[in-house]
């Protein structure tokens, strides 16, 4: 296996990891706060109930943010870094730039889905309580 495969590969896997942790952000605080805003705090009792990992992460939700904020951070680095470049051999060049597409989707994907839970965690209910809601 050539080292341009290689190195992509390795891209690919942080992409997901990223993934994967800005994903445990909206699981762990974002979607219980909107569940118990929308008047489903029975879900949300169920969900922990049968989850008890959930009580867990939103006890260390800054440590969540900030692992999956750092995740995020090299993931973004790593696919946008100065001097990246594809292979010249016109078949690895193409499986670059699909893969380095794909990437971008999921990476851009992730920083969204970290967004959405960094405001339901951090932002949504200090607001609501400076608007009076």
């Known amino acids: 296996m050539s080292a341009g495969r290689v190195r992509m590969k390795k891209d690919h896997g942080v992409t997901w990891l990223a993934l994967f942790a800005s994903t445990g952000t909206l699981i762990c605080c974002a979607l219980p706060i909107i569940l118990v805003t929308l008047g489903l705090g029975a879900t949300v009792a169920a969900l922990t ?11 260390h939700k800054i440590w969540v943010f900030t692992f999956s904020g750092a995740m995020l951070g090299i993931s973004g680095w790593l696919l946008y870094r100065p001097g990246r470049a ?7 060049g193409e499986l670059c730039n699909k893969t380095q597409l794909w990437n ?9 889905i970290w967004g ?10 200090p607001l609501r309580i ?3 809601f």
């Open 130 to 132: 400076w608007l009076g």
């Open 49 to 59: 109930s049968a989850f008890p990992f959930l009580i867990t992460l939103s006890q």
């Open 104 to 112: 971008q989707r999921i990476y851009w994907a992730s920083v969204i």
């Open 86 to 92: 594809c292979p010249s051999d016109p078949e690895l």
């Open 116 to 125: 959405i839970g960094f405001f339901a965690a951090y932002i949504a209910l």
